[in-house]
């Protein structure tokens, strides 16, 4: 089986600002490499506010049936002001090789309320009715501190582009 | 090799997660969408009847259990029917592999249309051809939500991509020679975004 360098989840240049992250509102949107990628350095393109000061928090989860698993993840403490680019992470919670197919990273954005920060990416389209097929990413309607170690897609909200956009994700070895 | 490792979180351990790193499963999409970037894409109308059909390279294993198309409407009520065609492709020759339709009369003025499969498949990686029809009860078309295309002067050169019929039908065809296609300008060439989900 085929090893990437690098997974980025669109085929060209997105330069959206998606909607200002709530506090503690956790994401989830998918990541579908085709082969074998490691999962060691994650990059987003971000836009942030005068003195945001935030913890990003990105969950790997897996899906079976209609249950989010997670798997790995990252977590780093920002402080950005009137920034627009791209914030990494890395140190991984364990050494991952990911396996081809879809995956689903759970984005929380922690600001403890004071920070305007958004990811650039894909806006989705907005439709007057929720995405009726099988998951394909939503986001939480209650707000957390930290990533759930499991979740039910049936609890997430999958109206409307605010809880169907998708950032940019750049996944490098 | 131990394939099951403790997931920590923030340095600590999260209990009853594994971590499942070569999973040695089929490579399995869980949902495929033909073109993820919008950019330039909104609702087109689309004449009553007239089939098109495009190519797309489903990078992975895909279960061909909901096609869902955007679509929208000039007026409240009727019935709405999409009908969408999985084709395979033999010189010039598609043929259809599988089908879904969903009948339906919607209240939003634009809504997600999730067709009803006719049979089970697990669609292989590699070239298919997803092929759309909308019917309408309604004198006005409906509009589906599809990429910009350019208006190139000439056909599409060189092997199939993407077309329509020019005559309108009620149903997917067994087979379209897509000799019989019209391959220019951007009508014929606009590819409607559809995600299918497992």
């Given at each position: 089986?085929?090893?990437?360098?690098?997974?980025?989840?669109?085929?060209?240049?997105?330069?959206?600002?998606?909607?200002?992250?709530?506090?503690?509102?956790?994401?989830?949107?998918?990541?579908?490499?085709?082969?074998?990628?490691?999962?060691?350095?994650?990059?987003?393109?971000?836009?942030?506010?005068?003195n945001?000061?935030?913890?990003?928090?990105?969950?790997?989860?897996?899906?079976?049936?209609?249950?989010?698993?997670?798997?790995?993840?990252?977590?780093?403490?920002?402080?950005?002001?009137?920034?627009?680019?791209?914030?990494?992470?890395?140190?991984?919670?364990?050494?991952?090789?990911?396996?081809?197919?879809?995956?689903?990273?759970?984005?929380?954005?922690?600001?403890?309320?004071?920070?305007?920060?958004?990811?650039?990416?894909?806006?989705?389209?907005n439709?007057?009715?929720a995405?009726?097929?099988?998951?394909?990413?939503?986001?939480?309607?209650?707000?957390?501190?930290?990533?759930?170690?499991?979740?039910?897609t049936?609890?997430?909200?999958?109206?409307?582009?605010?809880?169907?956009?998708?950032?940019?994700?750049?996944?490098?070895? | 090799?131990?394939?099951?490792?403790?997931?920590?979180?923030?340095?600590?351990?999260?209990?009853?997660?594994?971590?499942?790193?070569?999973?040695?499963?089929?490579?399995?999409?869980?949902?495929?969408?033909?073109?993820?970037?919008?950019e330039?894409?909104?609702?087109?109308?689309?004449?009553?009847?007239?089939?098109?059909?495009?190519?797309?390279?489903?990078?992975?294993?895909?279960?061909?259990?909901?096609?869902?198309?955007?679509?929208?409407?000039?007026?409240?009520?009727?019935?709405?029917?999409?009908?969408?065609?999985?084709?395979?492709?033999?010189?010039?020759?598609?043929?259809?592999?599988?089908?879904?339709?969903?009948?339906?009369?919607?209240?939003?003025?634009?809504?997600?249309?999730?067709?009803?499969?006719?049979?089970?498949?697990?669609?292989?990686?590699?070239?298919?051809?997803?092929?759309?029809?909308?019917?309408?009860?309604?004198?006005?078309?409906?509009?589906?939500?599809?990429?910009t295309?350019?208006?190139?002067?000439?056909?599409?050169?060189?092997?199939?991509?993407?077309?329509?019929?020019?005559?309108?039908?009620?149903?997917?065809?067994?087979?379209?020679a897509?000799?019989?296609?019209?391959?220019?300008?951007?009508?014929?060439?606009?590819?409607?975004?559809?995600?299918?989900?497992?």
């Amino acid at each position: 089986m085929a090893q990437l360098d690098f997974h980025v989840n669109f085929p060209g240049i997105v330069s959206e600002t998606l909607a200002v992250a709530s506090n503690g509102t956790l994401s989830f949107v998918p990541m579908s490499p085709s082969d074998s990628v490691s999962f060691n350095k994650l990059n987003f393109y971000m836009s942030a506010g005068s003195n945001a000061t935030f913890t990003l928090s990105i969950g790997l989860y897996s899906l079976t049936g209609s249950t989010l698993s997670i798997t790995n993840s990252m977590s780093r403490s920002i402080t950005l002001s009137n920034f627009r680019g791209y914030v990494s992470l890395s140190a991984t919670s364990v050494a991952q090789n990911i396996t081809p197919g879809t995956w689903w990273l759970g984005l929380l954005v922690s600001t403890g309320g004071n920070s305007s920060v958004a990811f650039v990416g894909q806006s989705f389209v907005n439709p007057g009715n929720a995405f009726p097929g099988g998951f394909i990413g939503g986001r939480m309607t209650d707000s957390t501190n930290a990533l759930p170690a499991s979740y039910a897609t049936s609890n997430l909200d999958v109206t409307g582009t605010d809880a169907m956009s998708v950032p940019t994700i750049i996944l490098t070895a | 090799m131990n394939l099951f490792n403790s997931v920590k979180f923030l340095g600590r351990a999260i209990p009853n997660v594994v971590v499942a790193a070569n999973k040695g499963v089929t490579a399995q999409l869980q949902y495929f969408e033909n073109f993820p970037l919008h950019e330039g894409a909104t609702f087109v109308a689309r004449s009553n009847g007239t089939l098109s059909v495009h190519a797309v390279n489903v990078f992975l294993s895909l279960s061909f259990n909901y096609p869902l198309v955007l679509v929208s409407r000039p007026n409240s009520g009727g019935q709405q029917t999409v009908q969408f065609g999985l084709y395979s492709l033999n010189g010039s020759t598609l043929s259809l592999a599988n089908s879904a339709s969903n009948s339906i009369s919607f209240s939003n003025d634009s809504s997600w249309i999730s067709m009803v499969t006719s049979a089970t498949q697990n669609i292989s990686p590699g070239p298919w051809y997803f092929a759309l029809n909308l019917l309408s009860s309604q004198t006005s078309n409906l509009s589906m939500y599809a990429n910009t295309s350019i208006n190139a002067g000439n056909a599409v050169p060189g092997g199939f991509l993407m077309g329509r019929m020019t005559a309108s039908t009620n149903g997917m065809p067994a087979s379209i020679a897509t000799s019989d296609l019209d391959i220019t300008g951007s009508d014929a060439t606009r590819q409607p975004y559809v995600i299918i989900t497992a």
